[in-house]
T-cell receptor
């Protein structure tokens, strides 16, 4: 079974609108971490946001927030007020275990295209 | 403020050639990893290290060797390159429970 599933291969959003990118995960560990990375066309991996399994509040970083629903095993990324520079691939990833460092399992990604 | 540095950025190899992809980090991180990214896909873990002298296999280790003699460096060796190893390779580092994995800029490898 897929450990990280991103069901939206591609999405369009109008500039200045909010958008939600879906991510569901599968793990039997109680301790895990969820990450979102952005990959622009230049290819680098840009860290966006992190949510730990024991964090009671949803993580936020500027225009990015993570809608963490533990019982449903979902960790959706919400981008508010989309900008043209948000056009990129977005990857959800999971680390299983407290001390697993950067051993991540990635989803297949969602390509976001922001329309002017 | 170097972070994670990978060299080279681009490489073309002939089938059967060997080469080493270099990765260095200056953040004193214990954990380092190598990933590959094939077109249109997410990253997949090749090998990882939890400290100097300790390495282990990830999801797709076949055809690759690693060693970690220092905290800073984690080279990835291709012993006999195959076209199936054409990919973009990323090195990453972090602390054990870090809330962020730091990635290098990637190495685009083509095997012909």
């Amino acid at each position: 079974a897929q450990k990280i599933t991103q069901t939206q291969p591609g999405m369009f959003v109008q500039e200045k609108e909010a958008v939600t990118l879906d991510c569901t995960y599968d793990t039997s560990d109680q301790s895990y971490g969820l990450f979102w990375y952005k990959q622009p066309s230049s290819g680098e991996m840009i860290f966006l946001i992190y949510q730990g399994s024991y964090d009671e509040q949803n993580a936020t970083e500027g225009r990015y927030s993570l809608n963490f629903q533990k019982a449903r095993k979902s960790a959706n990324l919400v981008i508010s007020a989309s900008q043209l520079g948000d056009s990129a691939m977005y990857f959800c990833a999971m680390r299983e275990g407290l001390g697993a460092g950067n051993m991540l399992t990635f989803g297949g990604g969602t390509r976001l295209m922001v329309k002017p | 403020n170097a972070g994670v540095t990978q060299t080279p950025k681009f490489q073309v190899l002939k089938t059967g050639q060997s080469m080493t992809l270099q990765c260095a980090q200056d953040m004193n991180h214990e954990y380092m990893s190598w990933y590959r990214q094939d077109p249109g896909m997410g990253l997949r873990l090749i090998h990882y290290s939890v400290g100097a002298g300790i390495t282990d296999q990830g999801e797709v280790p076949n055809g690759y060797n690693v060693s970690r003699s220092t905290t800073e460096d984690f080279p990835l060796r291709l012993l006999s390159a195959a076209p199936s190893q054409t990919s973009v390779y990323f090195c990453a580092s972090s602390t054990a429970g870090g809330k962020r994995a730091f990635f290098g800029q990637g190495t685009r490898l083509t095997v012909v």
